[in-house]
């Protein structure tokens, strides 16, 4: 029996409506202030339940505008390829810390990792990345780029223990015992 590989894979969540972040901040800042007023009778008129229900909305409308990328990692030869084509820069701390030239590996390394995006459906999208994921990624902050960088390195470089889920154990072994 011949044994085969699946490489590891993560999902990348990326909301494309970045306005909703303040939106949701705004409502969870409303909701938290008005419930620290702290009323202690239920029966007069509050707003809180209504704020909390507008902190749901915005959530699920951000998760509305949320899509998943599927990031596989690559093969250790076209990795290792790959980090040979790319250089600690010298003077780098982070790309002597990884060994290589983090920033400019990730421009290849990205888009040869994304073999997927679906919408919250788990309906596949069309995406090319090799044509849509420059134009996208110039578009993106820091911090949102940030999410793909470590993702990719974490199906290349992570730890592929076998996980162990305690919260799952823990309930497994509760309902075990009824």
Not at 19 to 45: S, T
């Amino acid at each position: 029996m011949a044994l085969t590989v699946k490489r590891p894979e993560t999902r990348v969540p990326f909301c494309l409506d970045g306005d909703l972040k303040a939106a949701h901040e705004a409502a969870e800042a409303a909701f938290v202030a008005e419930r620290n007023k702290g009323l202690g009778d239920e029966r007069l008129v509050s707003p809180v339940k209504a704020l909390a229900q507008r902190v749901a909305e915005v959530e699920a409308e951000m998760k509305a505008a949320t899509v998943d990328f599927l990031v596989r990692g690559m093969k250790r030869s076209a990795w290792n390829d790959l980090v040979a084509e790319h250089a600690p820069r010298e003077g780098n701390a982070v790309d002597k810390s990884y060994g290589f030239n983090l920033e400019t590996l990730m421009i290849q390394a990205i888009p040869a990792c994304i073999v997927g995006v679906e919408n919250q459906a788990g309906e596949a999208l069309e995406f090319e990345p090799a044509k849509e994921w420059d134009p996208l990624a110039d578009d993106m902050t820091d911090s949102q780029y940030e999410d793909f960088v470590m993702a990719v390195l974490r199906v290349n470089k992570g730890r592929n223990e076998v996980p162990f889920s305690l919260s799952a154990y823990r309930t497994i072994q509760a309902s075990d015992q009824m």
